[in-house]
């Protein structure tokens, strides 16, 4: 099997993305240069593969233990450790990015949360509390899970927007099916929220579903 160093220099992932950019790469490809050498004979990017199989992909690696990656075969505590500190640095800068962001379109939530909610297997409903200019104040993880009318109360949605006397708030939750449609109880919840919003004064800008690929939003569809 030949060795990275032997391949073409336009197929290696680092000489490609010095050349090309980081877009042009594929998972596999950004992976192996974080990973730099492969293990057990094979090339690292047969190790950025198989790891990526193994997970589930990029969000399954992020959110595997760290006992979870040291059960990969190849892949040591060095490695691990470059792993997760690239992630880390990615929310990083995501964290920093969010400052500057108004949050005056249900496009803009679902630019900022699709890379957060994308591929999870449970439902998860957040809480943007927003100040006058639409600007981001906390962020607010309400309930994971089977999400019902009993979990998502409008107690539980105001008690923080009250408390950091928030000008608006978003609610926005994922849809693991990949399907952003709302079902019953989601418009339920809602109107419910709406009238919660309407007697404190707390505007409710939107209530944003997010998918794969694509968004419901309950504000450009007139439901609220």
């Given at each position: 099997?030949?060795?990275?160093?032997?391949?073409?220099?336009?197929?290696?992932?680092?000489?490609?993305?010095?050349?090309?950019?980081?877009?042009?790469?594929?998972?596999?490809?950004?992976?192996?240069?974080?990973?730099?050498?492969?293990?057990?004979?094979?090339?690292?990017?047969?190790?950025?593969?198989?790891?990526?199989?193994?997970?589930?992909?990029?969000?399954?690696?992020?959110?595997?233990?760290?006992?979870?990656?040291?059960?990969?075969?190849?892949?040591?505590?060095?490695?691990?450790?470059?792993?997760?500190?690239?992630?880390?640095?990615?929310?990083?800068?995501?964290?920093?990015?969010?400052?500057?962001?108004?949050?005056?379109?249900?496009?803009?939530?679902?630019?900022?949360?699709?890379?957060?909610?994308?591929?999870?297997?449970?439902?998860?409903?957040?809480?943007?509390?927003?100040?006058?200019?639409?600007?981001?104040?906390?962020?607010?993880?309400?309930?994971?899970?089977?999400l019902t009318q009993a979990v998502i109360h409008p107690r539980e949605i105001f008690k923080d927007a009250v408390k950091e006397s928030a000008y608006a708030l978003v609610v926005v939750h994922n849809h693991p099916s990949g399907d952003p449609s709302p079902s019953e109880q989601d418009i339920e919840i809602t109107k419910k929220l709406k009238k919660a919003s309407d007697i404190l004064e707390i505007a409710l800008l939107?209530?944003?579903?997010?998918?794969?690929?694509?968004?419901?939003?309950?504000?450009?569809?007139?439901?609220?």
């Open positions: 099997m030949k060795s990275l160093k032997e391949w073409p220099e336009t197929e290696r992932p680092r000489e490609r993305l010095l050349k090309e950019g980081t877009q042009n790469l594929s998972d596999a490809q950004l992976l192996a240069i974080i990973l730099r050498t492969g293990s057990n004979g094979k090339t690292v990017i047969d190790t950025a593969v198989e790891l990526l199989n193994k997970f589930g992909g990029l969000k399954g690696i992020e959110e595997a233990s760290m006992k979870e990656l040291q059960s990969f075969k190849g892949v040591g505590k060095a490695k691990i450790a470059q792993i997760k500190a690239s992630f880390e640095l990615g929310r990083r800068v995501l964290s920093q990015t969010v400052e500057e962001k108004t949050f005056n379109s249900a496009r803009i939530v679902y630019d900022y949360f699709f890379p957060k909610l994308h591929g999870l297997k449970k439902e998860v409903f957040i809480t943007l509390l927003l100040n006058t200019k639409l600007k981001l104040i906390r962020e607010i993880k309400i309930a994971e899970g089977i939107d209530h944003v579903i997010i998918g794969n690929g694509r968004y419901f939003s309950m504000k450009e569809q007139k439901i609220i």
